[in-house]
């Protein structure tokens, strides 16, 4: 082969190289929010509400391992369920986020419930929540105000709440003999719900692959547009990251106290 057919076949390799490179490099364009005004018809869709209950002592432990610059030392030895958020969700296809940029949270609405929020609906990052909330309520609570009874930041922080202290998430393990300390199918922990309540949730898991081990991270409900309890259904917006149905694997009900030691 000949220099000049070699250079002009490495250069055509180097140009496909250089194309492929920035393709890769793309990202995904970040969805923009739709600036809505209290007379806009503009319809936010979404089938059903989520809440999602997490469980402390496995969400610090997975935020401290991030990072060692991370700690949520003040939350130790406190067991206990609280609010991530109430979320509406697609069940097929993309669930909707920050639907209004003309939302913004404002203390002054909720400052009554901070207190209460401080203790159910807690941020384990920092020891102040409004972050937090500020958070779940632009980019979810937003996308909730087309229901009546989420239509403001008071409705939708209050009805969380509420919501929260009627579906007891450890008075309901309890009844099912679920306790901490233990190791439990997913299938038992579902089940447990499922006579007690009647519907469908949906355990979620953090897998940590090092000490191969599934600890159980969050529960979800389902409400209907109605604020009715419905059943959940899985969908890939909350992927459940626990051991799949045929796996001996179980899920780590682990307190503070268990997580510390490993």
Known sequence: MDTKKLILMLLVIIVAVSVEGRNKKKK????????????SNATINFDYLVLTISWLPTACYVFQKASSKSSCKNLFMHNKWSIHGLWPTMIAGESPESCNCSTKFNHNETKTLTSELNAKWTNIERKEGEHFWQHEYEKHGSCASSIEALNTQYKYFDQGLKLF???NISQILNNSSINVGSSYREADIVEGFRKQLGK????????????????????????DKSLSLTD????RNYPSQCPPPLSSKKIEFSGFRELLNN
């Open 28 to 39: 995904k364009k970040k969805k923009e929010c739709t600036k809505l005004t209290a007379n």
């Open 165 to 167: 202290e009627k579906y």
């Open 200 to 223: 469908q949730i949906i355990v979620r898991c953090k897998n940590d692959s090092k000490m191969k081990k599934y600890f159980l991270y969050s529960i979800q409900l389902c409400f």
């Open 232 to 235: 959940c259904i899985a969908n």
